[in-house]
């Protein structure tokens, strides 16, 4: 565990990186902007065909169904919560899928859907809550050289994400700095949030399994060539089906209001570190 008083000693030492003194106008300017009202305004999600949308393995697999259903594409991510408790923040962004990075590098809204089986009452996986909070910094920091200050539960862990930023292998920070190349002009910061509800299906690998065979596999075994019927065309599992009243897939325009839509179906939507769960508008 770092102190606060680790990270006010050292420079970046990365190839092509400057002095950690060079950042401070920066990260001062940042944080006094960080406390104004502005900051707490919630931010509201493009239409959901819009985002691109990321199943954190291996819970994340439940919304395969919903997805499809509602005929958007995924891709798949695992940031694991085991290594956020442990505080391993550089095997996270080490193992970062390059779909992800170059969406977020191109400005698109980043959608990180999974599921919690810890806290069942809230549902907020700590891979969301804390995962992307430091995946979110420390971009801010590479990318675009803001500092801004670092939440977790409305607590401020600025100083805590900030020694694990100067702490980062060289080879994982030349990863991440690959992607700057491709961010076009105007874009000037990271869309990255979480969606996310809780599970009653953790754990229970068979379950997950089952969802990827139906949902993934074409069919083929060593015994045959013949291809399965793909089922492409999903019906929501039991964990997905909206409550009485909800929106439909299909009834609705899915542009009209991407917070609704999720809420409809149990889904919470984690901005960020600053934002109690309370005031998350997708309750």
């Known amino acids: 565990m770092y102190t606060a008083a680790q990270t006010t000693t050292g420079l970046l030492s990365f190839e092509g990186g400057v002095s950690r003194q060079a950042f401070q106008p920066v990260c001062k300017a940042a944080r006094v902007a960080s406390d104004s009202a502005a900051a707490l305004v919630t931010p509201v999600l493009p239409q959901l065909p819009a985002c691109k949308h990321f199943l954190n393995l291996t819970n994340g697999l439940e919304a395969v169904p919903l997805l499809e259903s509602l005929s958007l594409p995924y891709s798949f991510v695992r940031i694991q919560s085991t290594w956020c408790e442990q505080q391993r923040f550089d095997l996270i962004l080490a193992n970062l899928d390059a779909a992800l990075l170059l969406h977020l590098a191109l400005g698109h809204c980043c959608l990180v859907w999974d599921f919690a089986s810890r806290n069942k009452k809230r549902g907020i996986p700590r891979a969301l809550w804390y995962?992307?909070?430091?995946?979110?910094?420390?971009?801010?920091?590479?990318?675009?050289?803001?500092?801004?200050?670092?939440?977790?539960?409305?607590?401020?862990?600025?100083?805590?994400?900030?020694?694990?930023?100067?702490?980062?292998q060289k080879?994982?920070?030349?990863?991440?700095?690959?992607?700057?190349?491709y961010i076009p002009p105007g874009v000037t910061d990271i869309q990255l949030y979480g969606v996310c509800k809780a599970t009653v299906h953790d754990?229970?690998?068979?379950?997950?399994?089952?969802?990827?065979?139906?949902?993934l596999w074409n069919g083929l075994t060593t015994d045959t060539t013949?291809?399965?019927?793909?089922?492409?065309?999903?019906?929501?599992?039991?964990?997905?089906?909206?409550?009485?009243?909800?929106?439909?897939?299909?009834s609705r325009e899915l542009g009209s209001d991407a917070q609704a839509l999720l809420a409809s179906y149990g889904f919470k939507v984690a901005f960020g570190g600053i934002y109690c769960i309370d005031d998350y508008r997708a309750m």
């Open 203 to 215: 754990p229970d690998p068979g379950y997950y399994r089952d969802i990827v065979h139906k949902h």
């Open 171 to 181: 080879t994982t920070v030349a990863k991440l700095r690959y992607y700057m190349r």
């Open 131 to 168: 995962g992307l909070e430091f995946v979110t910094y420390v971009l801010r920091r590479l990318w675009f050289q803001r500092c801004t200050d670092a939440w977790l539960r409305r607590q401020n862990v600025t100083s805590v994400f900030e020694a694990h930023y100067n702490d980062l």
């Open 226 to 250: 013949e291809q399965q019927p793909s089922s492409q065309q999903a019906t929501l599992s039991d964990a997905q089906e909206a409550p009485t009243g909800a929106v439909k897939p299909g």
